[in-house]
């Protein structure tokens, strides 16, 4: 295989499914409204710039409103021993107060996989919990084949998988092969990324700090050390999430110039550079956000120039790799 700089982004696109746990929707309503409006404008700078982009969406964004929801629900749903973490409940608490633009977006989806050089991946059905305790790997496999149905709406087969919260092991991506999935994005290998599940402080402490100096080992991989094991999708490490605008303009400075001399220490070596984060953290300050995604592209282009760095989604990535 001929070694390249490659640049792969893959975005979790969830809007309140993704947090419904964490945050009252009460408290957000005005952040989702802002991450609905910014998806067009990421659209539409991917397709000027050319980026091919990765899109892990879930599900139960495809449907139209509840009733559509109710008929693509999976037989077999998690039974989580906390059972706060199942999106079903969802339906009990919001579905009488008209606040369905925070749960449904088929709209965006068909714009995302009519957008030129974008691929629809799936992020579960459910924002399903992999490592919880009390679901089963059947229930997950019931999951996927409701996310894989409500694709097909779109005409669009699902191949990439990022799952939520990073939460996964062996057993899971074996189903997820055996469901026709390709390619899943996995964690980087720092100590602080290894424990998502009870995720504790000292481990956020580090992972947060990691995304304004360097406290992990270098972020970028060569394709050639991506293995393909027979019977598991192709696992594509992430690299850096593009951590949210906060208000502190020196702290995103420090972001923004450590993902750029990341790109670059990438196409020097002909690796590949993986950033990942939720359209939804762009809500808080979307004009912002967009201006410092645009110096990203931008200085993309320039290593493109520089270092023939390429761009391409995770499905690319893994024919890429399979053809090597």
């Given at each position: 295989?001929?070694?390249?700089?490659?640049?792969?982004?893959?975005?979790?696109?969830?809007?309140?499914?993704?947090?419904?746990?964490?945050?009252?929707?009460?408290?957000?309503?005005?952040?989702?409204?802002?991450?609905?409006?910014?998806?067009?404008?990421?659209?539409?700078?991917?397709?000027?710039?050319?980026?091919?982009?990765?899109?892990?969406?879930?599900?139960?964004?495809?449907?139209?409103?509840?009733?559509?929801?109710?008929?693509?629900?999976?037989?077999?749903?998690?039974?989580?021993?906390?059972?706060?973490?199942?999106?079903?409940?969802?339906?009990?608490?919001?579905?009488?107060?008209?606040?369905?633009?925070?749960?449904?977006?088929?709209?965006?989806?068909?714009?995302?996989?009519?957008?030129?050089?974008?691929?629809?991946?799936?992020?579960?059905?459910?924002?399903?919990?992999?490592?919880?305790?009390?679901?089963?790997?059947?229930?997950?496999?019931?999951?996927?084949?409701?996310?894989?149905?409500?694709?097909?709406?779109?005409?669009?087969?699902?191949?990439?998988?990022?799952?939520?919260?990073?939460?996964?092991?062996?057993?899971?991506?074996?189903?997820?092969?055996?469901?026709?999935?390709?390619?899943?994005?996995?964690?980087?290998?720092?100590?602080?990324?290894?424990?998502?599940?009870?995720?504790?402080?000292?481990?956020?402490?580090?992972?947060?700090?990691?995304?304004?100096?360097?406290?992990?080992?270098?972020?970028?991989?060569?394709?050639?050390?991506?293995?393909?094991?027979?019977?598991?999708?192709?696992?594509?490490?992430?690299?850096?999430?593009?951590?949210?605008?906060?208000?502190?303009?020196?702290?995103?400075?420090?972001?923004?110039?450590?993902?750029?001399?990341?790109?670059?220490?990438?196409?020097?070596?002909?690796?590949c550079y993986h950033l990942w984060w939720?359209?939804?953290?762009?809500?808080?300050?979307?004009?912002?956000?967009?201006?410092?995604?645009?110096?990203?592209?931008?200085?993309?282009?320039?290593?493109?120039?520089?270092?023939?760095?390429?761009?391409?989604?995770?499905?690319?990535?893994?024919?890429?790799?399979?053809?090597?």
């Amino acid at each position: 295989m001929q070694t390249i700089p490659v640049f792969t982004i893959s975005l979790d696109f969830e809007l309140y499914w993704g947090v419904f746990d964490k945050v009252d929707l009460e408290s957000r309503y005005q952040y989702f409204r802002n991450t609905r409006n910014v998806i067009p404008k990421l659209l539409s700078l991917f397709e000027q710039e050319q980026v091919h982009v990765t899109w892990a969406t879930v599900g139960m964004l495809f449907a139209k409103d509840w009733s559509d929801w109710s008929s693509m629900v999976p037989e077999h749903q998690p039974t989580y021993l906390n059972p706060l973490l199942s999106a079903y409940n969802q339906i009990n608490l919001h579905a009488e107060k008209q606040l369905q633009d925070n749960f449904f977006a088929p709209e965006l989806v068909k714009l995302i996989a009519q957008t030129p050089h974008q691929e629809l991946a799936t992020h579960t059905f459910s924002h399903y919990y992999c490592k919880e305790q009390g679901q089963t790997v059947e229930q997950f496999r019931s999951d996927l084949r409701a996310a894989k149905q409500v694709a097909e709406q779109v005409g669009v087969p699902m191949r990439s998988l990022v799952f939520p919260r990073n939460q996964y092991n062996q057993d899971y991506l074996k189903v997820c092969f055996d469901e026709g999935i390709t390619s899943v994005r996995s964690n980087p290998q720092d100590w602080f990324w290894k424990d998502t599940v009870e995720d504790k402080l000292l481990n956020k402490v580090f992972r947060t700090g990691d995304g304004y100096f360097p406290l992990g080992k270098r972020t970028s991989f060569n394709l050639t050390s991506l293995s393909k094991t027979e019977g598991l999708p192709l696992s594509i490490p992430a690299s850096r999430f593009l951590r949210p605008v906060g208000s502190k303009a020196i702290l995103n400075n420090l972001r923004l110039k450590r993902i750029l001399s990341e790109m670059t220490e990438a196409a020097k070596r002909k690796e590949c550079y993986h950033l990942w984060w939720h359209p939804h953290n762009f809500g808080n300050y979307p004009e912002q956000s967009m201006a410092d995604l645009r110096v990203i592209i931008n200085h993309y282009n320039k290593l493109q120039e520089q270092y023939g760095m390429v761009s391409m989604t995770m499905q690319e990535i893994q024919e890429y790799v399979k053809e090597g």
